[in-house]
Each structure stands twice: as C-alpha cells, then as structure tokens.
C-alpha cells in the first residue's frame, strides 16, 4: 500500500510543476512540498530523537500543519495536531498527556499569545520541549540533510493521534498507525474520485471532514486549499478565485455558505463534503439546488476511525437522510439496551470495528468505549431497508420528556426549514414535573424580525411532527458557541439556563 510520503515523491515525479498545497498566497508545488518535507525531516533528524517521539503542533488550518505531519511520516516521527480552537485548558491536559519532545506554535494569532500561553503551559507542567514558533509571515524553514529512506514510518507504527473535539470534557487523543490511516486515505480517494484536477478547499484543520484532504488528497495528488481564518465571505471568494471542485467542512459551516451563495460562483464546484454532524436534509437540497455540487455526508468520529458514507452514484434521497454504507473494511452493528443486535429498520446503539479504526488511546480516555473489540460509538442509529446507515442523534443527547423520547436532529432538521431560521440546536432544558423539556436556540435569517415559540410550533405541526417533540421553549442567539467543529451544546445550556 502506497504510503504518502511515497504518494508526494511519485507526485513530485511525474508532474513537479503541479500545485499541492496552497493558502491562497503562498503556492507550493509537488517539488517544494517534496523539497520541504525531506529538508525539515533532515532538521528534525539533527535533534537525536527516538524513533516514535511525538511532535505536537497547536496550530491553526496553516500549510506547515500539512507539511510538518510530512515530515513527521518521513522520519519515523509522532504527530499530535491540535486545532487552535482548543483552549489552554484543552492544551494542558493533551500537553500532560503526550510531554511532547517538538512543541510547534503560532506566535500571535487571531489576537491570542499561542507561543507564550504554549511556553508556560511547559513550564507549569515541567517539561521542556523543543519550540519551534511560526513566522508571522512567510513560510517556516527548517533545513537539513534528508534521512535515509528506511527512516519512513512503519505500515505498525503510529503515525499520529487526533484529538476529539472536548464537547464531553477532557479531549481524547486517538492514536492511529500508519495503516489505519493509508486504509482510510486509499478507500476515500476511490470514493471520491479524486485526480490531480481536483482542488479541494478544507475549511478547518484535522479531524472530521479534512481528513479527506490530507489522506486522501495526497494519495490523488489534488491540490489542497488550507484556510487559517474561516470566515463565509473569505471561503466562498477563495473557492471561486481557486476554483475549488470540493469544500470540505462541518454542517455548521456548510450553512453558513449556503446562506451566501449568491455572493460566488462556484460553478467549478462537484463536492460538498461534511463530517461532523448530522447533516440537515433541507441543507443538502439547498447547496444542490442552487449549485453543481453534490453533498456527501461521511459518518465516523476521531475517536473510532470506521466510518460510512454515501458515494458519487447514491440518490439525493439517500444522501439526504443517510450517511450510505460502511466504508474501509468497517463493521457496525445496532444493539437494544440488553446488547441484543436490533432488528432492521429498529434503533439502538451503534458499535463498530475495521482496519481504519484507532489502535490506542493517549491516557484513559476514551479506552472504555472499546468493548469485546468494537468501538461504542453513543450514537443512536438505524438500519434503512437499503443497508444505509441513518444517524438518529447521541444517546446522550436524546431528551427524555415525561417518559417519551425526542431526538433533537429531528427537530433541527424541520426548525431549518422555516424561512427564517439559519442555524438552530435543540436542546433539553430541566423540568421538575417532566425531567426534561425542549428548548429550540435560534439563529435567525433575519435580526429584525426573529420567530417565536408559537410560529415555530405551528410551522412544526404543520410538517406533521408529533406535539410532545415541539420545544416549549425558544432562545434567540446571534451566533452558534462552537467547540471544535461543532455545536457547543454544553454552552447552549449554560446560555439558556442563566437567562431562565
């Protein structure tokens, strides 16, 4: 199995010119990328590590996050990528856990101190990494003599471990080896169909859906498109100015786009690619509707590493309402509260396990969920009559009303579909009589003119939701908390319980 170190040299080979990896300003070919990656691998080999000691980059969406974890690969060493949108909190216990030999940072950043907050995290915790600090501008350099080619990674060595997102607390750091990750970069690089005509526009750095560009992409040799500051009018002019065929992002992101689209044309567009979440039904008619790309919505945590998609050829319908079918050698099976597998069409408790899925995890967290060999994922889903996964919410996050049981995807996903609703997360608010009553956080289209409860529960009824799932409660924000990639519900609650 071709590895993609191997994937940048053949790249690099046949096509030098060809554009791999660019920010919008800085362009790097498959050459410089090749050039960088064995010259900062000859630097790293100068420091006398181990072989398998970690680097941990705190780092924004950034071109050196996709050329270090080269690197990294190409000298046998450990990459921990951790997204600027953790906290020192976050930072501190990752730092804690891995006591990293290479510390990779910022230095001023979106108004934050990354390189000081990264410097006394070490100190209070007694360590003493090597620092390496990004240039404000330009692009970092780190010079020396390539290794040997044997000092690649391994197909059992660990190649790097992702942090989860922290919406339960404490970030988990997976651990995957190399094989793990090139089952997952092959499987989706068929999937997807990607070639070098490919430019793929990643909205946030990492885990969920930019994981189709910097395993699968390099494996095609698409160009990737890193964005360090999100934002919608700066994506959408990037992906027209770049001609992007793919965006990858969460479904958050995706409809804050969607809300823009008239603003870009991205008539070049053939993907949209989300991870993440549930994705809102009426989100992927709206991006297909009003462009020529086709949603697909991937299932699969940073935390497993299985995972399931729709592919190219599947219906609207089954994009709209389905994550498709196991991919990369991946098993789920459906268990009742006794553990009993579920009958077809039934809900319960997704568990899985294959050859794409995580070897280990850095610290305690996150171990438990391996059970008899399969990863329970807390998610509640089903079985469709076609054998497509369909994703019902978190077990967690399922609201518990007087004994009946609400999932707040679906009422998400109708609460979209009033006009004047942009982004919206259902929540459970405590209940003395109830235990749990449903609270609907709004977004909406427009400030001077938000929805109230009884509209929304009268657009509710009218798509035929049942009464006991209709929020009794609704609270307008003007933005969506989020943490990681996603929806900070947790927030959420905090929000709406200090204005009760």
């Not at 979106?110 to 360590?127: K, M, V």
Request: hydrophobic residues 40%.
């Amino acid at each position: 199995m071709e590895t993609i170190v191997e994937a940048v040299c053949r790249h690099a080979q046949e096509r030098p010119s060809g554009v791999a990896l660019t920010d919008g300003d800085e362009i790097l070919t498959w050459s410089e990328v090749r050039s960088w990656m064995n010259s900062a691998a000859g630097w790293l080999s100068t420091l006398g590590l181990e072989r398998g000691e970690l680097v941990l980059g705190w780092l924004p969406n950034c071109l050196e996050w996709h050329l270090l974890r080269l690197a990294c690969e190409r000298t046998g060493l450990f990459w921990v990528p951790v997204p600027t949108s953790q906290g020192m909190r976050e930072l501190r216990s990752i730092l804690d856990r891995t006591k990293p030999s290479v510390l990779v940072t910022k230095g001023r950043f979106r108004d934050h101190e990354y390189s000081a907050e990264a410097d006394q995290l070490s100190s209070d915790l007694g360590i003493s990494p090597i620092r390496i600090t990004l240039p404000d501008d330009g692009l970092l350099t780190l010079s020396g003599t390539p290794p040997d080619e044997a000092a690649a990674l391994h197909l059992d060595e660990c190649a790097h471990a992702l942090p989860t997102s922290g919406t339960e607390g404490i970030p988990k750091l997976a651990v995957y080896t190399l094989a793990a990750a090139l089952e997952r970069a092959h499987a989706q690089s068929r999937l997807l169909e990607l070639s070098p005509d490919d430019v793929i526009l990643v909205l946030s750095p990492g885990t969920g859906p930019a994981r189709a560009a910097w395993l699968a992409a390099p494996i095609a040799g698409s160009c990737v498109v890193a964005m360090p500051r999100f934002g919608t009018d700066s994506a959408l002019a990037l992906a027209e100015r770049l001609r992007a065929t793919m965006v990858c992002g969460t479904p958050a992101q995706l409809a804050m786009l969607a809300a823009k689209l008239d603003k870009a044309d991205l008539s070049s567009l053939r993907i949209w690619y989300t991870a993440g979440s549930v994705v809102p039904p009426t989100l992927v008619e709206d991006l297909e509707t009003r462009t020529s790309g086709i949603v697909i919505s991937t299932y699969g945590g940073s935390d497993f590493g299985g995972w399931s998609s729709a592919d190219l050829s599947s219906s609207q319908e089954v994009r709209k309402n389905t994550v498709g079918r196991p991919r990369g050698g991946t098993e789920f099976r459906i268990l009742d509260d006794s553990g009993n597998d579920v009958s077809q069409g039934s809900d319960g408790e997704l568990i899985g396990r294959g050859p794409c899925a995580v070897s280990d995890f850095l610290g305690d967290e996150g171990r438990k969920a391996w059970r008899d060999g399969w990863f329970h994922t807390g998610d509640l889903a089903r079985f469709d009559e076609n054998g497509n996964l369909v994703i019902v919410g978190r077990l967690k996050e399922v609201i518990v009303r007087g004994g009946d049981k609400v999932s707040p995807v679906e009422v998400e996903a109708l609460l979209r579909t009033h006009p004047n609703v942009a982004e919206v997360a259902v929540i459970a608010v405590p209940d003395p009589v109830l235990g749990e009553r449903i609270c609907a956080c709004i977004v909406p289209s427009s400030s001077d003119d938000p929805p109230d409860l009884e509209i929304l529960r009268s657009h509710l009824l009218g798509k035929g939701l049942a009464r006991y799932k209709c929020p009794e409660q609704v609270a307008i924000v003007d933005t969506m908390p989020i943490v990681g990639d996603k929806i900070d519900k947790v927030s959420l609650s905090r929000l709406v319980g200090s204005a009760s």
